[in-house]
């Protein structure tokens, strides 16, 4: 299995945007799909999106309008964008990788906290 | 959209003790596409079960799915002191229902 490290701010202003990479070690980024999932205490686990390496994305609809996921294959990494926060966004953020777009997350990162404040 | 409810919210059990959870989705969705994980405290989730009832690399066999069409169930045969954890369902790539805390009575 990758092994998957997140990184980013830990706190972002509201109305700005939050920029989060997720570095992967342990294989290669062309052999799978990138999600992005956060959690919430009150919203639980929610799916953000994913990519693949070839470019192709899919995105939560809740969410489409602010979310960017992105792939840098030569420094194996993923990116996720989300515009505009609110306190809402206050979450913790997940990188995970599925062999397909409709398969299971079977590795994750460990997370990151970002607050929005 | 499909909802995921998960049963009971929390369940209070000793070790030893079998553990029996209930996943329960809005409309039908393909067994294929419905998976199981497990978060300890202060870790990442972690995938337990895939295709409903097929045990992810490394899980023991303690642990085993079922189910099809709305319902699904996780059933942990006897519980081991790291099994007290919270268990999500998902059907793949979307939705995840909202939990089931599994305690130490």
């Known amino acids: 299995q990758v092994q998957l490290q997140e990184s980013g701010p830990g706190l972002v202003k509201p109305s700005e945007t939050l920029s989060l990479t997720c570095t992967v070690s342990?294989?290669?980024?062309?052999?799978?799909?990138w999600s992005w999932i956060r959690q919430t205490p009150g919203k639980g686990l929610e799916w953000i999106g994913y990519?693949?390496?070839?470019?192709?994305?899919n995105y939560n609809p809740s969410l489409r309008s602010r979310v960017t996921i992105s792939v840098d294959r030569s420094k194996n990494q993923v990116s996720l964008n989300l515009t505009s926060v609110t306190a809402a966004d206050t979450a913790v953020y997940y990188c995970?990788?599925?062999?397909?777009?409709?398969?299971?997350?079977?590795?994750w990162g460990q997370g990151t906290l970002v607050t929005v404040s | 959209e499909i909802v995921l409810t998960q049963s009971p919210g929390t369940m209070s059990l000793s070790p030893g003790e079998r553990a029996t959870l209930s996943c329960r989705a809005s409309?039908?969705?393909?067994?294929?596409?419905l998976a199981w994980y497990q978060q300890r405290p202060g870790q990442a989730p972690r995938l337990l079960m895939y295709?409903?009832?097929s045990r992810a690399t490394g899980i023991p066999d303690r642990f085993s799915g079922s189910g099809s069409g709305t319902d699904f169930t996780l059933t942990i045969s006897r519980l081991e002191p790291e099994d007290f954890a919270v268990y999500y369902c998902?059907?793949?790539?979307?939705?995840f229902g909202g939990g089931t805390k599994v305690e130490i009575k």
């Open positions: 995970c990788s599925q062999r397909g777009s409709y398969s299971p997350h079977d590795s």
């Open positions: 342990g294989g290669s980024i062309i052999s799978y799909y």
């Open positions: 990519i693949y390496y070839s470019g192709s994305t």
């Open positions: 409309q039908s969705i393909s067994s294929r596409y």
């Open positions: 295709g409903a009832s």
């Open positions: 998902q059907q793949y790539g979307y939705s």
